[in-house]
């Protein structure tokens, strides 16, 4: 049986960091690519970034360039999201996913068929 499982969240001060961590049972993660999505209750779910598997291609929302950054660990079958600088408008609960078929163009379309989701973990920005 195939799980994703988010871990990492939490509360913190604005202008400080977290990193998510999306680890994998039942399927090799290095196959497949994966985005990370985060939703506000009442609100569609947004892209955030998407890396292939063999990290060729790599986006990211403009809403976290230069802030976020995408890692993998290929030995422990996890990915990592680093969050810096983060603001409350980073507030939502965050949400890893994967697909065997690459980023597609559009990869931040929650509609998308991504193959599997995570279950979401909360992250909190607030002073």
């Known amino acids: 049986q195939v799980h994703l499982v988010e871990s990492g969240g939490g509360l913190v001060q604005p202008g400080g960091s977290l990193r998510l961590s999306c680890a994998a049972s039942g399927l090799p993660l290095d196959h497949y690519a994966i985005a990370w999505f985060r939703q506000v209750p009442g609100k569609d779910r947004e892209g955030v970034s998407c890396?292939?598997?063999?990290?060729?291609?790599?986006y990211y929302a403009d809403s976290v360039k230069g802030r976020f950054t995408f890692s993998r660990d290929n030995a422990k079958n996890t990915v990592y999201l680093q969050m810096d600088s983060l603001k409350p408008e980073d507030t939502a609960i965050y949400y890893c996913?994967?697909?065997?078929?690459?980023?597609?163009?559009?990869?931040?379309?929650?509609?998308?068929?991504?193959?599997?989701w995570g279950q979401g973990t909360q992250v909190t920005v607030s002073s």
């Open positions: 996913a994967a697909d065997l078929e690459g980023c597609a163009d559009t990869w931040y379309e929650p509609s998308l068929p991504y193959d599997y």
């Open positions: 890396v292939g598997s063999r990290a060729t291609t790599l």
